[in-house]
């Protein structure tokens, strides 16, 4: 092999090596280091015992044994909420299966978004609270559900529910509306659920906030949201149905 040829060689490797690295790295919306900065715009949660933690954690109590039976269910039902659990809005034909493109990009943005949350968690290490008479009390045996889970803040069902909200709603703008109402419902619903504060629930949704506008601002996301668009209106999910007026329900 000549000179020539084998500085060629070594040139095209490199280069198909380069572009190896810009395909992972296109496989991620936000950096690490975007996903901490988002974190960093969390305050502090209230100091445990203080009078502003025991009056947030004392709403959760309320909350949690005056809730009705109907709440409960649903409460608990949303233990394995993800993504198309907006189809509660958007009607049966938002799924994974009919929106396969749709639905890898939403996988993507809960993979990306639960890594913030759990950085957030891991940096408060708030404790959850325990809605029930020091845990003794628990009449319809919700505590095997929760009772050693991870730190309380920020919510990541809230965190979650935030970030799709925002960006289905950028999706669909004339159910953006419908869409932010069911996602504050979801988090309301892990208080109702006794698993989190409300402080939890609203360090949720500004977290949720932030990660929606740097998601929104990348171009790869963007790149993937007009295919996402045009897969959904092609499934027709843009038509208005009657569900909008029922996101509310179960509170």
Not at 238 to 244: C, M, N, R, Y
Request: one cysteine or more; charged letters at 25%; hydrophobic letters at 40%.
């Amino acid at each position: 092999m000549s000179m020539n040829l084998r500085r060629l060689c070594v040139a095209v490797f490199g280069l198909a090596l380069l572009n190896v690295g810009n395909a992972r790295t296109a496989e991620s919306y936000l950096s690490d280091a975007q996903l901490h900065e988002a974190v960093t715009m969390l305050p502090a949660p209230s100091p445990l015992g203080t009078a502003e933690d025991i009056a947030d954690r004392t709403v959760t109590f309320q909350a949690y044994t005056t809730r009705t039976a109907e709440q409960a269910a649903l409460a608990r039902q949303e233990e394995d909420f993800d993504a198309f659990s907006f189809a509660t809005v958007l009607g049966p034909g938002f799924s994974a299966q009919r929106l396969p493109h749709t639905a890898a990009l939403l996988a993507e943005v809960r993979k990306e978004t639960n890594r913030a949350k759990n950085e957030a968690k891991q940096t408060w290490r708030r404790e959850r609270p325990c809605p029930v008479n020091s845990c003794q009390w628990d009449p319809e045996g919700d505590a095997g559900d929760w009772k050693n889970r991870d730190y309380g803040y920020p919510s990541g069902h809230s965190t979650r529910a935030t970030v799709f909200a925002i960006l289905l709603g950028h999706l669909l703008p004339q159910r953006a509306a419908a869409l932010d109402r069911y996602a504050r419902d979801v988090g309301w619903r892990r208080v109702l659920r006794g698993v989190h504060t409300p402080q939890d629930i609203f360090a949720g949704r500004v977290l949720g906030q932030v990660l929606a506008h740097d998601f929104l601002s990348s171009a790869a996301m963007r790149h993937d949201l007009d295919a996402a668009a045009r897969e959904l209106d092609a499934a027709g999910i843009a038509v208005k149905t009657p569900t909008d007026g029922k996101a509310a329900a179960g509170n």
